[in-house]
């Protein structure tokens, strides 16, 4: 239940409610228009090590934003992937 790289998550933004799945990748693999967000965004950075449950805080160009992680679809270590 914790967001590791290459985890899928659901994330549900605190302003509107809105849910939407991000996978966390290394920069050369991010895509954020696929929903691919890199580990050094400041988003990415925040969700890395986060649970189920969790609220993270991030900068954004407009000011701090917050979201909470509302599900995780798929972890690489739960599902027994070790080699990504």
């Known amino acids: 239940d914790v967001v590791t790289m290459n985890s899928e998550a659901t994330i549900e933004d605190a302003g509107s ?8 990748v290394y920069p050369e693999h991010s895509d954020p228009g696929k929903g ?4 050094l965004s400041p988003f990415g950075s925040a969700v890395l090590g986060a649970s189920v449950g969790d609220r993270v ?7 701090e ?5 509302a599900g995780i679809r798929y972890q690489p270590e739960a599902a027994g992937h070790f080699d990504l």
Request: proline share 4%; hydrophobic share 40%.
């Open 17 to 24: 409610g809105e849910t939407r799945t991000v996978r966390l």
């Open 36 to 39: 691919r967000v890199s580990v």
């Open 57 to 63: 805080s991030f900068a954004t160009p407009v000011g």
């Open 65 to 69: 934003r917050w979201a909470r992680i």
